[in-house]
């Protein structure tokens, strides 16, 4: 791709992969190669299967056929590299726990229970992620208290407390005002460039991303698109992906994607999540 040199091991390698939601392929066929060390950012109307992929790396959800590997390894094999932080849980969820036990929980040390010789390994750890996220600060703190910026860089801490060199990020910016969101995206950005980690972070709105990610994938239909944005975020691409005719337009620095004759919402640059996409006409593979 750009005439770039390919890696040898890419972080992500799919082929004609098929993601199911109990026996429901909601992803048909994806084929997907993902330099490591790259910031991809997956876009597609609600229901489009961001969430269904994302989990299926994760190793939550199992494949529905296909080949994948993670890594230059199988799934199984990659799966302790594999972070995943999940879309933003219920307020009273964590149940008054502070940041620092909460980063803790997801040591692996704790699968098997914590003896005195593990204590120490883990706060180290424990420290290091929270210091990687710029969060040592909060460690005290209850998660309930946190802001919404604050609890995203805590939870990614909780992903990166096990040595992991593939991160899954599902819409870590929902809910945040736009310098939150900034603040989330200079620390995903600085942690691939100087951990070498490759992240998939899942958004509604491509617009604050466009200053920070290295590809864009889009899903639709059951089928997937990567490239640059140039290359996936234009009319005729998106018109093929969808089976639709699509509009993309450009306009001081933000981009606009909807239906040639339509309008779809959630890739308005002004797009919250807290409002109703019922009436989607985008929705994804039925
Ligand atoms: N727990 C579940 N059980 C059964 N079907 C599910 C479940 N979660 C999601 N689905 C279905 O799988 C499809 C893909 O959902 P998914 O959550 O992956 O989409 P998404 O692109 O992440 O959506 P959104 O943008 O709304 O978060 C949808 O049709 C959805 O209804």
């Known amino acids: 791709m750009n005439g770039q040199p390919q890696p040898e091991t890419w972080a992500v390698e799919a082929s ?14 994806l084929d997907l190669r993902i330099a490591e060390g790259s910031l991809v950012g997956v876009f597609g109307s609600n229901g ?30 990659a799966r302790t590299e594999v972070g995943y932080v999940a879309q933003a849980v219920p307020e009273g969820a964590y149940g008054g726990i502070d940041a620092r036990s909460f980063v803790g929980a997801a040591w692996r040390g704790e699968r098997w229970g914590l003896g005195w010789r593990d204590a120490a390994p883990r ?30 860089r805590v939870c ?15 819409e870590p910016l929902s809910n945040l005002d736009p310098r939150a969101q900034q603040g989330v995206l200079e620390l995903v950005r600085r942690l691939c460039r100087e951990q070498a980690l490759t992240v998939l972070l899942t958004a509604h709105d491509i617009n604050p991303l466009l200053p920070v990610m290295d590809r864009v994938l889009y899903l639709a239909a059951g089928r997937g698109r990567i490239g640059t944005v140039d290359e ?9 992906l969808y089976g639709l005719p699509m509009a993309v337009a450009r306009h001081d620095g933000y981009v606009f994607i909807h239906p040639a004759r339509g309008f779809m919402p959630e890739v308005s640059p002004h797009c919250g999540h807290g409002h109703d996409h019922a009436h989607d006409p985008l929705g994804g593979a039925r």
């Open 16 to 29: 004609a992969l098929r993601c199911m939601r109990g026996d429901r392929a909601v992803i048909t066929g």
């Open 48 to 77: 489009s299967g961001k969430t269904t992929l994302l989990q299926t790396l994760a190793g939550i959800l199992g494949e529905g056929g296909g080949t994948l590997r993670l890594l230059g390894r199988p799934l199984a094999q």
């Open 123 to 152: 706060t180290q750890a424990v420290d290091a992620a929270l210091q990687s996220v710029d969060a040592s600060h909060l460690a005290g703190r209850p998660m309930e208290a946190l802001s919404g910026g604050e609890r995203q």
């Open 156 to 170: 990614i801490a909780q992903a990166l407390v096990n040595p992991v060199r593939l991160l899954l990020l599902d």
């Open 232 to 240: 996936v975020v234009n009319a005729a691409s998106l018109s093929e």
